[in-house]
């Protein structure tokens, strides 16, 4: 059974969902726009072409698909994607918003249409007033859904950074010897696009940052910080560009 379901947020506007059997599809141009993406066909493209990467090309072609939503010209056949191409559409784009986007999709959006029938159809809100029973047993499973969704975002948030460090390692073993003495360069002088001090970011923000948080989230990405001179403490800490991200919503490649 598919169901059309919309989902509303003062930031993001009006994002559309195709439940299939519990299994969401989002439609892509409500996404790429609430991402501030021009072409969302380019970036759905973009996004399967990376999943490629590192799933059979035949599975990652599978979470795209075409689907006739009704609209004021009448049935007119629309791009979705499954979270695969979501999470990839989310971290290639570079605002800041896309970490409380996906924030707000994992945490309120994803777990009102898992399988638990917690949709509030009419009927389902009837039930569960007039059995006080079942009101507690969706409850204890809207809670229980929230963790899981939770654990997922968290593990796609590992694995993407685990992927990105990968790639970027196989990208520096491949480089020529003067491009990979360059780029040691710019990260021992603190210049790096892809890792950055907190005493550099400071100065670039004028804004205040824990680095213990930063060195809780490089655990958590398996990114591990890097070590850098510094003329007061002799070394300090460069995280990468992800952690950045992840922990205060920064750039670090367009500060500078």
Known sequence: MNELKIFEHEEF????????????????KDVCQALGIANHRDAVKQAVERLKTFMPEEQAKGVVSNYPL??????????????????????????????????????????SIRK??????????????NDPDKFLDLAIKLREEKRKAIEERDKAIREKAWIGARREAT?????????????KLEIALDESKEWATVKRVEMRTSERYDWRKLKRISFDLRIPPRKVFDANYGQVNSYHRNVWLEAYGIDIGELD
């Open 13 to 28: 506007g009006q994002v559309r969902i195709i439940d299939k059997d519990g299994n969401p599809w989002f439609v892509a």
């Open 70 to 111: 009704s609209t004021p010209g009448g049935l007119q056949e629309t791009l979705i994607f499954q979270e695969p191409v979501l999470y990839e559409v989310i971290f290639a784009s570079r605002k800041p918003e896309a970490v409380k986007f996906r924030a707000w999709v994992t945490s309120e959006v994803l777990p």
């Open 116 to 129: 638990h029938g917690a949709y509030m159809t009419e009927e389902k809100l009837n039930e569960i007033l």
């Open 171 to 183: 990208a520096m073993a491949t480089a020529s010897a003067e491009k990979r003495k360059r780029v």
